[in-house]
């Protein structure tokens, strides 16, 4: 069935270094990649996403990138600071195809001040 | 606006017992589902809906019922429940031509 594999399971850096988190897809109809962010406690939240026509996309210090032939897609967060600290999902969905959201199984960031 | 909601927030059951966990969104979202999330495994759909009156099963539907009866409202069902589906459950509902998915602030269930 449809699977998204997320490494690292955790992940440590030194504020002001980058951080990357790596996905990979099993379906190649996914077209929508979407990164959520979690705080302790918290719900989800969307922080990035793009889809299947993009090759990357940028807001300020967070970025996507996909490769669709590789079927993976990865998030980048660079000078990263402490409220950073969160866990982060990936997801893969083909849209308007089929509803279900793939998710990873996430990546536990710490950024050490 | 008050997006996704969930109620209750926190539920404590025994093995057996019954309950319905409340999801309701004013967003007009034709797209409903519920996710449970257990440590180390992400989120896992359970049941979703593209509108009232149509549901169908995720990944790990077992134990759960739901019904789509407005467009608001997508409750939970757990018939008799069993200490495995401990787990934080979180709603979430997007519109039928967009992509972003809104999630509820989530209920944490505990069964003993």
């Known amino acids: 069935g449809e699977n998204v594999e997320q490494h690292p399971s955790t992940l440590s850096v030194q504020e002001g270094d980058s951080a990357v988190i790596k996905c990979t897809y099993s379906?190649?109809?996914?077209?929508?990649f979407p990164w959520y962010k979690q705080e302790l406690g918290k719900r989800p939240q969307l922080i990035i996403d793009?889809?299947?026509?993009?090759g990357e996309k940028k807001d300020q210090r967070i970025a996507v990138t996909l490769n669709k032939t590789a079927k993976h897609f990865s998030l980048h967060i660079t000078e990263t600071q402490p409220e950073d600290s969160a866990v982060y999902f990936c997801?893969?969905?083909?849209?308007?195809?089929?509803?279900?959201?793939?998710f990873g199984t996430g990546t536990r960031l710490k950024v050490l001040a | 606006n008050a997006g996704v909601t969930q109620t209750p927030k926190f539920q404590v059951l025994k093995t057996g017992q019954s309950m319905t966990l409340q999801c309701a969104q004013d967003?007009?979202?034709?797209?409903m589902s519920w996710y449970r999330q257990d440590p180390g495994m992400g989120l896992r759909l359970i049941h979703y809906?593209?509108?009232?009156?149509?549901?169908d099963q995720g990944e790990v539907p077992n134990g759960y019922n739901v019904s789509r009866s407005t467009t608001e409202d997508f409750p939970l069902r757990l018939l008799s429940a069993a200490p495995s589906q401990t787990s934080v459950y979180f709603c979430?509902?997007?519109?039928?031509?967009?992509?972003?998915?809104?999630f509820g602030p989530g209920t944490r269930l505990t069964v003993t």
């Open positions: 979430a509902s997007r519109d039928g031509q967009g992509y972003e998915q809104y």
């Open positions: 379906d190649s109809a996914s077209n929508y």
């Open positions: 793009i889809r299947s026509n993009v």
């Open positions: 997801a893969a969905t083909n849209n308007p195809g089929t509803y279900k959201y793939i």
């Open positions: 967003m007009n979202h034709e797209y």
């Open positions: 809906s593209v509108g009232a009156g149509i549901t």
